[in-house]
T-cell receptor
Framework: EDKVVQSPLSLVVHEGDTVTLNCSYE??????LLWYKQEKKAPTFLFML????IEKKSGRLSSILDKKELFSILNITATQTGDSAIYLC????????????FGGGTRLMVKP | ETGVTQTPRHLVMGMTNKKSLKCEQH?????MYWYKQSAKKPLELMFV???????ENNSVPSRFSPECPNSSHLFLHLHTLQPEDSALYLC???????????????FGPGTRLTVT
């Protein structure tokens, strides 16, 4: 059965810190890995990664995928209080209509 | 193990069938949620319950009928679904309703639904 594990479960940092969130997976017929940020009720999409070693970047956020070691990291530099949220990782497989398997999320709190 | 369980994990149903999805949490949370994840679409919020009362219905068709008999259990009753309803249905719970400072939410593994 497909499995996605995120770590740490929760994290408290201060503004200006850099954080690294981890996502490891065991999925057959991997297609892509997605990162979401959830601060309201419905998560918002951040990145989709399909190829190993290619960093995707958006402002202070960046992410990279390692398909050999089966993990991805999400980096946030110079954190701000507005980065406080749950960060979800999900993996898409070619099985069962390209549906997603979600990790349990990392709860990030950034203190002033 | 996130503490939120969903059954069944996989479901195949015909358009005339009636089935139910179940979500359970024993985390002591007061708010529970149903989400829909379709292929290549963002997560869509469907319903929100707080202390067993429905607080949000995100314009979901009536063929989806939620039920929250207590704070630990949430159901999604399905009837006369369409093939485009095939998706991953995720349940989540949180200690309180999500808001400005409240974003502690736990997701279940989801039910993969296929409507034939």
């Amino acid at each position: 059965e497909d499995k996605v594990v995120q770590s740490p479960l929760s994290l408290v940092v201060h503004e200006g810190d850099t954080v690294t969130l981890n996502c490891s997976y065991e999925v057959t017929n991997f297609r892509s890995l997605l990162w979401y940020k959830q601060e309201k009720k419905a998560p918002t999409f951040l990145f989709m990664l399909t190829s190993s070693g290619i960093e995707k970047k958006s402002g202070r956020l960046s992410s990279i995928l390692d398909k050999k070691e089966l993990f991805s990291i999400l980096n946030i530099t110079a954190t701000q209080t507005g980065d406080s949220a749950i960060y979800l990782c999900a993996v898409e497989s070619y099985n069962a209509g390209n549906m997603l398997t979600f990790g349990g999320g990392t709860r990030l709190m950034v203190k002033p | 193990e996130t503490g939120v369980t969903q059954t069944p994990r996989h479901l195949v149903m015909g358009m005339t069938n009636k089935k139910s999805l179940k979500c359970e949490q024993h985390l002591g949370h007061n708010a529970m949620y149903w989400y829909k994840q379709s292929a290549k679409k963002p997560l869509e919020l469907m319903f929100v319950y707080n202390f067993k009362e429905q607080t949000e219905n995100n314009s979901v068709p009536s063929r989806f009928s939620p039920e929250c008999p207590n704070s630990s259990h949430l159901f999604l009753h399905l009837h006369t679904l369409q093939p485009e309803d095939s998706a991953l249905y995720l349940c989540a719970s949180s200690p309180q309703l999500l808001g400005a400072d409240q974003y502690e939410q736990y997701f279940g593994p989801g039910t993969r639904l296929t409507v034939t």
